[in-house]
Nanobody
């Protein structure tokens, strides 16, 4: 049973930074795709960033590219999302996602293609 547990959300002023963590357990994730989505009130879930656990390629939504960085720590089985230069439009619940067979190049932005989801962590950016 795959478990994804997010942490690190909170309240931050515009221009500030936060680092989200996603602790993954229940599988060997070496071939998994890992990523982050977010959902703001009244909006659809939106792709943020993704990578393959064993690879070096990373993918970002245009709205966060250059500000957010996805990374992993193999020893801790943890995926991170470093978020810099935050603005109020980044306010959302952030979800960690994983999938064993997803094609990142084709399907990474489609929420329904990701099989495993964490419970989410709230990020609020004040102006």
């Amino acid at each position: 049973q795959v478990q994804l547990v997010e942490s690190g959300g909170g309240l931050v002023q515009a221009g500030g930074s936060l680092r989200l963590s996603c602790a993954a357990s229940g599988r060997t994730f070496s071939t998994y795709a890992m990523g982050w989505f977010r959902q703001a009130p009244g909006k659809e879930r939106e792709f943020v960033a993704a990578m393959r656990w064993s690879g070096s390629s990373t993918y970002y939504a245009a709205s966060v590219k250059g500000r957010f960085t996805i990374s992993r720590d193999n020893a801790k089985n943890t995926v991170y999302l470093q978020m810099n230069s935050l603005n109020p439009e980044d306010t959302a619940v952030y979800y960690c996602v994983a999938d064993s067979s997803l094609s990142l190049s084709r399907d990474r932005t489609i929420a329904s293609m990701w099989n495993y989801w964490g419970q989410g962590t709230q990020v609020t950016v004040s102006s």
